[in-house]
């Protein structure tokens, strides 16, 4: 998308970060280096915590950004939970900035599912898929418990041309992208293809997720 | 004396083959094989039809996805051990079967065939004077 913008109105487009709880937009930025967003540390002390036991996870992890606000004084905020997940890297910018940068974010906390224990976020099997050629990013996953164990799969569009005529090779695809997600997330899922065009589209954000778990 | 086949992607939903005949059927399309290659998870409906192109375009406007591969096909007489007989010869040329389908009604046995050189079988089956099926032949109605 970046790129198709960048190349049809001759620019360089750069990623602004910000939550209307705090300033609106400016609480991070992107610089030339398009690289990770540098955070305005002397305005705001960036954290990531696991959203579910809300400690503070080691530099580099994938978790939810908090924030803290140095400067405000109207509305001071306190280890905000933005509830967006990113990862943060302290290394030195190729622009000579020192201020920590953060990803683009990846996905909402309150979407992350637990499965066995393990936090699995749906932006982290769009990734994967995204990644694949054979992939699109229609999928929908399907959690239930079955014995007390909770399963995960994930029915997902693959690009027409790999609907082939040999068995062998769908179901080696099939084996391709659950090693792909599971090697991504470290759960076992069960890949199902499914028809094209099948899986909903909607207009705003999309329903990913069926969690049949809750039923129980 | 290559056959042009149609292959569609199932789900194993109930209703869903029927639903590629109703469409074909509307289209007067008509098809002379089909088979359908099933697994736990997704079924693979092959058949020969009298316009695979036009086929190809109406299945895959209702959304359905089509690949056509490349078969032949031939009869055989309806008798113990023809079919042995037949592939034997590709065996023997070393080309490998992927799938075959084919019944046998009266005199002879017909089959549909994919293998890994289509080509080579043809020419194969030709010197050992088999009878090879055409297109135009299976596509007729
Ligand atoms: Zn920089």
Known sequence: MRREIEKRLKIKAIDIYGLSEIIGPGVSFECEHQCGLHINEDHFIPEIIDPDTLEVLPEGELGELVFTTVTKEGLPIIRYRTRDLTRLNFETCACGRTLVRMNKCTGR???????????????????????????????????????????????????????????????????????????????????????????????????????????? | MIIKQ????????????????????????????????????????????????????????????????????????????????????????????????GFSIGEKSFIALRCDNAEKAVMEFQRHQMELISASELYKF
């Open chain 1, 109 to 216: 906390s309150d979407d992350m599912l637990i499965i066995r224990g393990v936090n699995l976020f749906p932006s982290q099997i769009e990734s994967v898929l995204l990644e694949m050629d054979e992939t699109t990013p229609h999928y929908l996953l399907v959690v239930d418990r079955v014995n007390n164990l909770d399963t995960l799969q994930l029915q997902v569009e693959v690009e027409d041309r790999f609907y082939q005529d040999k068995i062998s090779e769908l179901q080696a695809l099939r084996m391709k992208i659950q090693h792909q997600i599971e090697s991504a997330t470290g759960l076992s899922v069960t890949v199902k293809l499914v028809e094209p065009k099948t899986i909903e589209r909607s207009e705003g954000k999309a329903k990913r997720v069926i969690d049949n778990r809750k039923m129980i």
């Open chain 2, 6 to 101: 149609l292959s569609v992607f199932l789900e194993n939903k109930s209703g869903r083959l029927h639903e590629v005949f109703d469409v074909l059927g509307a289209s007067n399309i008509n098809v002379s094989a089909c088979s359908v290659a099933d697994t736990s998870e997704f079924g693979i409906l092959r058949m020969i039809v009298s316009e695979p192109d036009k086929a190809r375009e109406i299945l895959k406007e209702k959304l359905f996805s089509v690949n056509v591969s490349e078969v032949i096909s031939f009869a055989t007489p309806n008798a113990p051990g023809s079919l042995s007989k037949t592939l034997q010869i590709l065996s023997n040329a070393q080309i490998s079967i992927e799938y075959l389908y």
